[in-house]
């Protein structure tokens, strides 16, 4: 882990999950001929606790850190053991009730739990701190290794001072798909997880959790990947929290395919916050909220955003940067409307803002730059600005945007030759094909065919082809009016937690 990552962790003021040392049997399982195999462990009793000839979560879990039959249980051997869940295939609850030590399953060898998946993809299992009146608060699990989470329910865990991931705290890598982590809270950070390796999210939803200091939703303090996930509703609670209502990572954070929605931070970064680079590709960022800072939407407080086909719409920060705040920004084929802001750039607040093909209309700032403002530099190409208020562009130095083949309403500082100032009849923000919102251009739109014989980009937000690429010129914009808004499979996700 580098040096940010263990600052970060201090600063959550978690126990972290240590590394045991492997029981002599586990030791010997990889020394004979160097090779070892992961075994399958079958769950046959939801009990809470240890049963006699059955095999309860707890007595796999023994299985796995000891690599020792337990009760019912087969040995684990260290090398990766899955416990399967399988078995129970109706809505089965597995309700803890007493902790370990701040969480109640604690784990130290690299492991899955897998469980089934009911037709309309809710698993079957739910992993629960109990909801019985006096059952006191913890976590529900902690491992040390690395862990993967696949089909499962993780539910009501609640840590007290000192532990992070009111579901899951995990000191090494952790995947977790096909699940749903949902009204945990952490007074630390990592309402849902904390994890301080790699942390992936497939095809998943985080909901409804809380933190005191940092990540709502998730804090992965090393790195985030979520494809096919939404994580929406969870909050960031004290006024001096680090800040990130629905995610915060101190690495590289990438959203594919996913919705991150309303969320809210105390602090900064009301739906995603990262020390680093953030990847937005073919993802929605909504309605989230900076209470106390900048960036409702998202804030990458040293590193960059790079924002792919993706929507960013109606999220509120308290200072600059209502959707996005950041120091360099790229956004291509992206709609970004109806965010504000109480500072500077309501849509974009940026150092350096480079717009291809995109279109940014109805943000509202209290400051200047409604649609953008940028410190240094900013280009467009292809793009709408327009409809902004109280301007569309702004800058610090006075410079104006460089670029060409734009609509750009009101830029006090100048916009580049041939620049269109006119009425550009966007549509209102709705479905219109390829897996996020856009604003379709409306008969008579002046940015109709307006832009590039040859396009930078091919396709659309959409991912339909632009004319251009055919010979004739491109609308503006992020999407094309004539489109036959015929997406490729790719561009849509059809989860079943959307």
């Known amino acids: 882990m580098n040096a940010t990552s263990s600052s970060v962790r201090e600063r959550y003021n978690c126990t972290r999950p240590v590394l045991r040392i492997l029981p002599l049997v586990a030791a010997m399982a990889f020394g004979l001929n160097g090779v070892a195999h992961a075994a399958t462990i079958v769950v046959d009793d939801a009990s809470a606790a240890s049963v006699a000839g059955k095999c309860t979560l707890v007595d796999a879990i023994a299985a796995v850190n000891g690599a020792v039959a337990v009760q019912g249980c087969i040995a684990g051997d260290g090398n990766h053991d899955t ?19 701040g969480h109640a399953l604690m784990v130290s060898n690299p492991l899955t739990i897998v469980g089934s998946l009911a037709t309309d993809g809710t698993p079957f299992v739910t992993l629960e701190r109990s909801s019985v009146s006096g059952t006191p608060n913890f976590g529900l ?82 790195s985030l990947h979520a494809y096919d996930t939404t994580i929406t509703n969870n909050q960031v609670t004290a006024a001096d929290a680090i800040g990130g209502g629905g995610v915060y990572a101190s690495g590289m954070a990438i959203a594919s395919h996913s919705t991150i929605s309303g969320n809210t931070s105390a602090t900064h970064g009301g739906g995603l916050y990262t020390l680093s680079v953030l990847n937005l590709v073919h993802s929605t960022v909504s309605k989230n909220a900076a209470q106390n800072g900048q960036g409702g939407g998202a804030y990458a407080r040293n590193g960059g955003i790079s924002v792919q086909a993706s929507t960013i719409s109606d999220n509120t920060a308290s200072t600059t940067g209502g959707g996005v705040s950041t120091s360099d920004g790229d956004f291509t084929n992206s709609t970004i409307t109806g965010n504000h802001s109480g500072g500077d750039g309501a849509g974009i607040f940026a150092n350096n803002a480079t717009l291809m093909y995109s279109t940014l209309s109805a943000n509202v700032s209290a400051g200047v730059g409604g649609g953008v403002n940028f410190r240094q530099s900013g280009v467009a190409n292809g793009s709408i600005i327009y409809g902004n208020m109280p301007d569309d562009v702004n800058t610090a130095l006075h410079t104006g945007m460089t670029g060409a083949f734009d609509l750009i309403g009101k830029a006090p500082f100048g916009v580049p030759s041939g620049t269109l100032n006119c009425d550009p009849k966007l549509g209102t923000l709705a479905d219109n094909g390829g897996g996020t919102a856009t604003m379709q251009l409306m008969n008579g739109s002046c940015a109709v065919d307006a832009a590039s014989a040859s396009p930078t980009v091919n396709v659309d937000q959409r991912g339909d082809a632009r004319p251009g690429a055919q010979g004739s010129k491109a609308d503006m914009g992020a999407a094309e009016s004539d489109s036959l808004q015929q997406s490729s499979g790719d561009d849509i996700f059809l989860g079943g937690f959307q």
């Open 83 to 101: 416990i399967d869940l399988r078995a129970f295939s109706v809505p089965t609850s597995i309700s803890l009730t007493q902790s370990a030590g």
């Open 141 to 222: 699990l902690m491992s040390s290794a690395a862990l993967t989470i696949d089909g499962l329910i993780l539910q009501n865990g609640a840590t007290e001072s000192g532990y992070c991931g009111g579901a899951l705290a995990v000191g090494d890598n952790l995947v977790v798909k096909n699940s749903i982590v949902r009204n945990n809270s952490s007074s630390g950070g990592g309402g849902g997880i904390f994890a301080t390796g790699d942390t992936t999210l497939r095809n998943s939803l985080v909901t409804g959790n809380s933190a005191s200091n940092g990540g709502g939703g998730v804090a992965a303090v090393y």
